[in-house]
T-cell receptor, first 108, second 114 residues
Framework: AQRVTQPEKLLSVFKGAPVELKCNYSYSGSPELFWYVQYSRQRLQLLLRHISRESIKGFTADLNKGETSFHLKKPFAQEEDSAMYYCALPGSARQLTFGSGTQLTVLP | GAGVSQSPSNKVTEKGKDVELRCDPISGHTALYWYRQSLGQGLEFLIYFQGNSAPDKSGLPSDRFSAERTGGSVSTLTIQRTQQEDSAVYLC????????????FGPGTRLTVL
């Protein structure tokens, strides 16, 4: 069965420091992966997806099939990056299977 | 344009009562999803609609949960004989058909069962 694991429930970094939010998955086949973000009192929204190979708000994520990982990275964290981040994988019923989420706090 | 809307935004009910939660997807989105977000459980998939049909209901946690979608648009999630463990935020999302398309989420309905 497919699974998404985010090992860190909480992550704190100082402003300007690099940040990496970990995501590991189990999936048979070639996966498509997403990062969704939920800022305080806002809706859950798409941050980026693997298929687009894009950088959004300075964040990037590289799919590593050997390590079955899709870690989210940003070289210089900003206070406005503080949010809940979810890694997700599409399922057989076209739903998203989400990880348990990582609450990122960027300290001033 | 308008995003996904959900009503009510908050619902407090007594154990044993039935509740209905409503979702209005983005116009033209044929796919609609219900998820549940609870402390310690993360985001849990409940059910998916393609048009008016739900090909997979296996995510519904018990037979007290049911959902329907009419006219390829509005969807209602019904929980019968609510229990305290049903307390959670219920999220609806919609997307253009396609496995890799972005899902647009509503603001959620916070359900509290006393």
């Amino acid at each position: 069965a497919q699974r998404v694991t985010q090992p860190e429930k909480l992550l704190s970094v100082f402003k300007g420091a690099p940040v990496e939010l970990k995501c590991n998955y189990s999936y048979s086949g070639s996966p498509e992966l997403f990062w969704y973000v939920q800022y305080s009192r806002q809706r859950l929204q798409l941050l980026l997806r693997h298929i687009s190979r894009e950088s959004i708000k300075g964040f990037t994520a590289d799919l590593n099939k050997g390590e079955t990982s899709f870690h989210l990275k940003k070289p210089f964290a900003q206070e406005e990056d503080s949010a809940m981040y979810y890694c997700a994988l599409p399922g057989s019923a076209r739903q998203l299977t989400f990880g348990s989420g990582t609450q990122l706090t960027v300290l001033p | 344009g308008a995003g996904v809307s959900q009503s009510p935004s908050n619902k407090v009910t007594e154990k044993g009562k039935d509740v209905e939660l409503r979702c209005d997807p983005i116009s033209g989105h044929t796919a609609l999803y219900w998820y549940r977000q609870s402390l310690g459980q993360g985001l849990e998939f409940l059910i998916y609609f393609q048009g008016n049909s739900a090909p997979d209901k296996s995510g519904l946690p018990s037979d007290r949960f049911s959902a329907e979608r009419t006219g390829g648009s509005v969807s209602t999630l019904t929980i019968q004989r609510t229990q305290q463990e049903d307390s959670a935020v219920y999220l609806c999302a919609s997307s253009v058909t396609g496995l890799y398309n972005e899902q647009f989420f509503g603001p959620g309905t916070r359900l509290t069962v006393l």
